[in-house]
């Protein structure tokens, strides 16, 4: 069973009256579909992306190896 747990905040009145539209139109509670969007936010932030540290790696990599790239490509 999940414990719910009020909370008080203030959103962009349009960004509310698209998440009310949108659970109606889901046929979904407003609280279900914040939920949802909470969700999606800490996937997005969780580590999924890359750290800045490998990204360079990658990029130097990608510049060491271009011509390397370019014949496999073909």
Do not use: C, W
């Amino acid at each position: 069973m999940t414990i719910r747990q009020k909370f008080a905040s203030q959103a962009d009145a349009e960004l509310l009256e698209q998440m009310r539209e949108l659970a109606k139109a889901e046929g979904r509670q407003f609280q279900a579909v914040v939920e949802d969007a909470f969700r999606d936010y800490l996937a997005r932030k969780s580590g999924e992306r890359p750290r800045a540290e490998v990204m360079s790696h990658f990029r130097d990599s990608v510049r060491r190896n271009a011509e390397l790239y370019k014949r496999l490509a073909k």
